[in-house]
């Protein structure tokens, strides 16, 4: 995968938000996508097992998000790797190759402001119907399923799938790169509310590793 397709999937992913949805009635896909980006803005933290699926590789382990803006993830798979932010500085270890990436995030596009950036840029519809279907075929497991396509090629995916389960969580997102990359997220055991202390989006990287300032940003 290109560098540059890496630097949009951990942007995107910091961006993206995992919400609860209470509505019973049918709703259009709008109002559908609407609601869980009003719900997620009531979560005070949130917690689930992650399994990165891309095309050379699956990464695996547990991630904790915390309101506003905190977000990290401790990797069993590849072991070692984190990538956490305290809502002002993004940072990505990556062990395997000694490199610590980092970016200022407060001189970018302003508080990153979750599914309405997705609304902003992209066409919402029910990708088949508004009922449940099941996850994967044969999967007993139930979600409404949302398609996301891009408006403009500024976007860092050309179809976004959400699947948002019974119990009002988003289950999983899957992304088609501008390359053509498939990246898939799956959340599993989730956890909302449980108190996480600001303690654990503190983090630094071993010294010996080699330091990439604003890898998403660069300075003009």
Known sequence: MKKS???????????????????????????????????????????AD???TQP????????????????????????DQVIVSDGRLLTVYLPSQSVTLNQDLTRGSGEPQGLRLF???????????????PLDENSSEEV???NLVWRTTDEGFRQIEMAVGRNGL?????????DFDEIQIDLENIKINQSIPDARFEYESPPSSYVINNFIFPDE
């Open 56 to 79: 050379e590789n699956v990464l695996a382990g547990i991630l904790f998000y915390k309101n506003p803006g905190r977000l990290r993830i401790n990797f069993e798979e590849p072991a």
């Open 5 to 47: 397709t890496i630097y949009i999937f951990y942007l995107a992913l910091f961006s993206l938000v995992f919400s609860p949805l209470a509505a019973q009635e049918i709703l259009t896909a709008v109002e559908f996508f609407d609601q869980v980006s009003e719900k997620y803005e009531y979560i005070q933290d949130y917690e």
């Open 119 to 133: 609304k902003q840029g992209y066409s919402i519809a029910y990708q088949e119907t508004p009922d449940y279907v």
């Open 170 to 178: 988003i289950r999983r997102l899957k992304g088609i790169t501008k």
């Open 144 to 146: 409404i399923k949302l």
């Open 50 to 52: 992650v399994i990165i």
